[in-house]
């Protein structure tokens, strides 16, 4: 069995791997770490929460304690360069990173957009060892000369699939050219279009491929299920559920920053303590919605897509998709928060009149078929569900109330209730979370 001890690490870095508490390697990092130690190209395609960041920065810090000692009395200079797509991430691999370098000595900073310069400049001066960007900010230092490449020794390119949707790719391309050639390149993406390959391929040097997990599939501690409901019942059903189960903490995915506005409002109207995040909330904002949420202040977090993308925060009983996600990539990130290394977690999505498609293309892409559930009153009256009409048919057939006498209801649109073969319904719990009841 590989551990730590195996891993052969360096002391240093042992230590902090210690004051963290991890017993033994995730499988990735078991995978990853020996072939980095090597020296070698990763290009590693795994899943969210599988222990990933570990499994580049714990080489990353090996490489600079082991290699040579800079002058004491000379400025640091960029060694080890991370590359993110979000704020969010950002943070949290910098956090990371000073978790992992404690004993080591070893200066880590992140700098991002959103935020004033005036501090990363200063501390880009200071010196530091391992630097953690978002592409555009990094290369607004590197034109004003804050920021120099040339003794990068690691590159690490995290999320590259999501750098690829946000159009980071052509400064990427300009980021990688500014490091040496002799480098260590350590390349992740949960999924592989071919642009992604493109790019990967041109980047690394002979690398060692490693996958972790099915890329089809989230984790397999994750519960997952759905309910259809109509567009205007989902706020009740998102109300019930938060008195219902057994929710400690919970983030509510939303698909637009003025929905998650609104969601947010009407929760703290009813008492819940909620937080909101998404990208017009100020870096301040975020912070203090992120450390409230890590905290416990906030039981809730409401938020976009993209804003949640780096949240790394432990024990997440619950993800709540309002929305249901257009992509299925998405979906298995934003459920990826819950049932993170190994703990149990629940994944629920609510599937309202425009997004039944997007349901099954979710189910088809995981090759299975999720589990339904109804809440009487909400999604169902007196045991019959509220059928939920899919919105492309415009005034085609007549809406009918209860799915039992639904069929052949015109128009050609077959009302839609999920499927329900073999499932069964959920026992509906009376389970009310103390933090919950309102
Ligand atoms: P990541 O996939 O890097 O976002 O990590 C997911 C979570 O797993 C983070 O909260 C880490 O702190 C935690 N984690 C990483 N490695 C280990 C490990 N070997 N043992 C226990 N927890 C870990």
Redesign the pocket.
């Known amino acids: 069995m590989i551990t730590f001890d195996t891993l052969g690490l360096a002391k240093p870095v042992a230590r902090g791997v210690a004051s ?1 508490g ?5 499988p990735i ?1 078991a995978t990853a770490i020996p072939v980095a130690l090597d020296g070698r190209d990763l290009f590693g395609s795994a899943q ?7 499994a580049f920065v714990l080489p990353l810090l090996d490489r600079l304690v082991r290699g040579h000692r800079p002058d004491k009395n000379r400025r640091r200079k960029v060694r080890a360069l991370v590359v993110v797509p979000t704020r969010e991430l950002a943070l949290q691999v910098d956090e990371s990173v000073r978790k992992y370098a404690k004993h080591t000595g070893i200066k880590c900073l992140s700098v991002f957009g959103g935020t004033g310069m005036f501090q990363q400049i200063k501390r880009l001066r200071q010196g530091v060892d391992v630097l953690v960007a978002t592409p555009g900010r990094l290369l607004d230092h590197m034109e004003r000369g804050n920021a120099r490449l040339g003794d990068v020794e690691v590159l690490v390119l995290d999320e590259a699939d999501r750098m690829l949707d946000m159009g980071f790719i052509p400064d990427i391309k300009k980021i990688v050219a500014s490091t040496p050639r002799e480098r260590q390149t350590m390349f992740f993406s949960a999924t592989m279009p071919q642009a992604i390959k493109k790019l990967a391929s041109s980047i690394l040097s002979d690398p060692e491929f490693i996958e972790v997990g099915e890329r089809r599939s989230p984790a397999k501690t994750v519960k997952q299920r759905v309910c259809a409901v109509k567009q205007e019942n989902k706020m009740a059903l998102l109300t019930h559920l938060l008195k219902s189960e057994p929710i400690e903490n919970v983030i509510v995915f939303s698909r637009t920053k003025h929905r998650a506005d609104r969601i947010a409002r009407r929760l703290s109207k009813s008492g819940f303590a909620t937080a909101v995040l998404h990208s017009n909330r100020t870096q301040g904002q975020r912070e203090h919605a992120i450390k409230g949420f890590r905290r416990g202040k906030y039981q809730i977090m409401v938020a976009t897509n993209i804003a949640a993308r780096g949240i ?1 925060i ?1 024990n997440i009983s619950h993800v709540i998709n309002y929305d249901t996600p257009e992509q299925p990539e998405e979906y298995i990130h934003r459920i990826g928060r819950t049932g ?2 190994e703990s149990q977690g629940d994944a629920i999505t609510f599937v309202g009149e425009g997004e039944i498609t997007y349901q099954k293309n979710i189910e088809r892409h995981a090759k299975k078929r999720l589990k339904h559930f109804e809440v009487e009153g909400i999604t169902e009256m007196r045991g019959h569900p509220i059928t939920i009409e899919p919105k492309s048919v415009r005034g085609g057939g007549k809406k009918k109330r209860y799915g039992g006498k639904s069929k052949g209801s015109g128009g050609g649109s077959r009302p839609y209730r999920g499927r329900k073969g073999g499932h069964g319904r959920k026992k509906k719990s009376n389970n009310v979370s103390p933090k919950f009841a309102s």
């Open positions: 963290a991890y017993e033994k390697p995730t990092q969210t929460g599988t222990g990933k960041t570990a790394d432990d993170r290394a």
